[in-house]
T-cell receptor, first 114, second 111 residues
Framework: ETGVTQTPRHLVMGMTNKKSLKCEQH?????MYWYKQSAKKPLELMFVYNFKEQTENNSVPSRFSPECPNSSHLFLHLHTLQPEDSALYLC?????????????FGAGSRLTVL | GIQVEQSPPDLILQEGANSTLRCNFSDSVNNLQWFHQNPWGQLINLFYIPSGTKQNGRLSATTVATERYSLLYISSSQTTDSGVYFC?????????????FGKGTLLTVNP
């Protein structure tokens, strides 16, 4: 247990479904991240939130919609996804103030789009 | 953006052997981290090492920032060391929150 919890761990959805991924951190960090890990590709940064404000959107399609209600919770809302969106979605958090920006990752949510 | 290259892409060892993993990067960095991803997908931070040398048990890492590379040493490897090792960097002067990952080294340690 790293202090970053992701749910669900596995999700199968059709292309017309709407679902959400949830991430919660108990580390007192101020920044939260969504990364996408596809087979045979490096981790790709999707979104960054710092003190609830979005600071990075790495040209992510609008069918992925993030939400950060507070510094401890991060959601990724999924709508009208494509099969190529099947991947492991990783949430991370860090403290960006006063020192090294070291990321702590959750265990990931493995998404399959049929 | 900054390029991160890791080598070798795959490595197979017998238990007890030592190994060195390499990470080359194309620009000056102010943040470099090594991660281990286990077979179930969990990523664990091993080192924060933008420069210098650190050791933690059987693992150690060295970053030579002026020559733009970092090395991860694994000594007396165990089967639990299997998984993918990632290097991630943040370009100096870039966004404070944007770590770029390499493609990783897949390590298999056989008993």
């Amino acid at each position: 247990e790293t202090g970053v919890t992701q749910t669900p761990r596995h999700l199968v959805m059709g292309m017309t479904n709407k679902k959400s991924l949830k991430c919660e951190q108990h580390l007192g960090h101020n920044a939260m991240y969504w990364y996408k890990q596809s087979a045979k590709k490096p981790l790709e940064l999707m979104f960054v939130y710092n003190f609830k404000e979005q600071t990075e959107n790495n040209s992510v399609p609008s069918r992925f919609s993030p939400e950060c209600p507070n510094s401890s919770h991060l959601f990724l809302h999924l709508h009208t996804l494509q099969p190529e969106d099947s991947a492991l979605y990783l949430c991370a958090s860090s403290r960006t103030t006063g020192g090294a920006n070291v990321l702590t990752f959750g265990a990931g949510s493995r998404l399959t789009v049929l | 953006g900054i390029q991160v290259e890791q080598s070798p892409p795959d490595l197979i060892l017998q238990e007890g052997a030592n190994s060195t993993l390499r990470c080359n990067f194309s620009d000056s960095v102010n943040n470099l981290q090594w991660f281990h991803q286990n077979p179930w997908g969990q990523l664990i931070n091993l080192f924060y090492i933008p420069s210098g040398t650190k050791q933690n048990g059987r693992l150690s890492a060295t970053t030579v920032a002026t020559e733009r590379y970092s090395l991860l040493y694994i000594s007396s490897s165990q089967t639990t060391d299997s998984g993918v090792y990632f290097c991630a960097v943040e370009r100096k002067g870039g966004s404070n929150y944007k770590l770029t990952f390499g493609k990783g080294t897949l390590l298999t340690v056989n008993p």
